[in-house]
């Protein structure tokens, strides 16, 4: 039996002795329950294939979720956040369990916004900058969700996401994907994390002249019609994969 999908089936009885007839008329009153039984196989397959796909799109992306308490202790967390935890120095799990920057600034933070979400779940999200090359950033935002583990209450989630990339690589990606000069390439990541032209150019040691003619030609190739759009374009592009 063959699916739409181009999965096959092969339904074989064997026994020492000619079947009698009514074997096959077993087999014929079984055809259209394998048939459906295919369907769903295939189905089900796909959908896994389809799974695969997106968890690997998501660990590319290098995105993850830590929940933590008001003492900033690790309630729960991702698979993701878990490889960065365990990769990256700039994040890790101290005494107790408990989520540790190894920025003390970053650490003070952390800690304040921790204790002041256990206190107004209202409280507005707060971006926190942990790296710029690789670039790595923490979204925290207030959470309340009882009992996520061990009867614990997570107060927040730490939602990060952190280039796996040099800047030295994604210069590189850059002029491959948008056929830029390693110049162009430089400024357009530099414009890209936020800077102005002005603060790129003097990051890359260029008049502000040079950078603007270099901006021209970056939107030029891209397809941006502002920094706001080359942002855009590049963050969205496949790089995030990369």
């Known amino acids: 039996m063959a699916e739409e999908g181009g999965t096959d089936a092969v339904l074989v009885v064997a026994g020492p002795e000619a079947l009698p007839a009514a074997a096959g008329s077993l087999l014929a009153a079984l055809a259209?329950?394998?048939?459906?039984?295919?369907?769903?196989?295939?189905?089900?397959?796909?959908?896994?294939?389809?799974?695969?796909?997106?968890d690997d799109a998501a660990r590319r992306m290098n995105f993850g979720w830590i929940a933590i308490d008001g003492k900033c202790c690790i309630v729960d967390l991702d698979p993701q956040a878990e490889r960065v935890l365990q990769q990256s120095g700039l994040l890790r799990r101290g005494s107790y369990d408990r989520l540790t920057p190894a920025s003390p600034a970053v650490d003070r933070e952390l800690t304040a916004l921790a204790r002041k979400f256990a206190g107004s779940p209202d409280e507005r999200p707060r971006a926190i900058n942990l790296s710029h090359?690789?670039?790595?950033?923490?979204?925290?935002?207030?959470?309340?969700?009882?009992?996520?583990?061990?009867?614990?209450?997570?107060?927040?989630a730490v939602?990060?996401?952190?280039?796996?990339?040099?800047?030295?690589?994604?210069?590189?990606?850059?002029?491959?994907?948008?056929?830029?000069t390693p110049s162009e390439a430089r400024l357009a990541w530099s414009m890209t994390q936020g800077l102005s032209i002005?603060?790129?150019?003097?990051?890359?040691?260029?008049?502000?002249?040079?950078?603007?003619?270099?901006?021209k030609k970056i939107y030029a190739k891209t397809g941006a019609r502002g920094q706001a759009d080359l942002v855009r374009h590049i963050l969205t592009s496949v790089l995030a994969l990369a």
């Open 32 to 54: 259209p329950h394998l048939k459906v039984a295919l369907r769903v196989f295939a189905a089900i397959e796909r959908e896994r294939a389809r799974s695969v796909l997106r």
């Open 159 to 180: 939602y990060l996401r952190g280039d796996r990339s040099s800047s030295t690589d994604r210069h590189e990606q850059l002029a491959d994907l948008f056929q830029l």
């Open 133 to 156: 090359d690789p670039w790595i950033d923490l979204l925290v935002s207030p959470l309340r969700v009882d009992a996520l583990a061990g009867g614990s209450r997570a107060v927040a």
């Open 198 to 215: 002005a603060e790129a150019a003097d990051e890359h040691g260029l008049t502000i002249e040079t950078a603007r003619n270099y901006s």
